[in-house]
Structure formats: structure tokens, C-alpha cells
Nanobody, 115 residues
Framework: QVQLVESGGGLVQAGGSLRLSCATS????????MGWYRQAPGKQRELVAS???????NYADSVKGRFTISRDNAKNTVYLQMNSLKSEDTAVYYC?????????WGQGTQVTVSS
């Protein structure tokens, strides 16, 4: 089992920044990729950014140039730096980890951007 705990969400004005953290614990060996997803009210959950164990990153077009995903292997933590936030970034953000054939999810953290 893998446990994921997100933190760092909150209320911020448009144009502001937030940094989300996802701390991992448990059977974290053989995790091949981690990512951040988000789900806004009435919408489907969507990929925001992902990073592989090799460091390859992938971003949704809507966040390219504004968000940065990174990982600290020593701390078993993945981050999402979010800059130039827009009202449409408002959502619950979920951390995700892929280990072998299993996918694990955190409980989510709310990000609200006021215009």
C-alpha cells in the first residue's frame, strides 16, 4: 500500500501562487510515476502534471508555463508549484501515484482562486 497526503491548498487571489505538497509513505518502492490531478465542481477529474522516476514531466496545456511539478526523493515528496493562478484553476487537487499495476490517490486539497 502507498499512502499519499496532500497539503498546501487554500484561498489565493488571481495572479498569486501556491505550492502543493504530496508526502508519500508505505510501499513507495517501484512507484513509476506520480502526478497531480484536479476536479472542479461538475467536471471530470483531469491530469494537471506528472513526473516519472526518471524525471520526465508532462503538463496539461492549460497550465504549461505556470505550473511546475518536482520531486524530492530524499523526502519522498512531490510538489506542484502553481504561479499566475487563474479563477479556472479552482478545484480539488489530488495527488496520484502509479506503482506496478495499482494507482493510489490522496484525499485531495482545495485550491480556490478568487478573481
Amino acid at each position: 500500500q502507498v499512502q499519499l497526503v496532500e497539503s498546501g491548498g487554500g484561498l489565493v487571489q488571481a495572479g498569486g501562487s501556491l505550492r502543493l505538497s504530496c508526502a508519500t509513505s508505505g510501499s513507495i518502492f517501484r512507484i513509476t510515476a506520480m502526478g497531480w490531478y484536479r476536479q472542479a465542481p461538475g467536471k471530470q477529474r483531469e491530469l494537471v502534471a506528472s513526473i516519472t522516476t526518471g524525471g520526465t514531466t508532462n503538463y496539461a496545456d492549460s497550465v504549461k508555463g505556470r505550473f511546475t511539478i518536482s520531486r524530492d526523493n530524499a523526502k519522498n515528496t512531490v510538489y506542484l508549484q502553481m504561479n499566475s493562478l487563474k479563477s479556472e484553476d479552482t478545484a480539488v487537487y489530488y495527488c496520484n501515484a502509479v506503482r506496478v499495476t495499482h494507482t493510489y490517490w490522496g484525499q485531495g486539497t482545495q485550491v480556490t482562486v478568487s478573481s
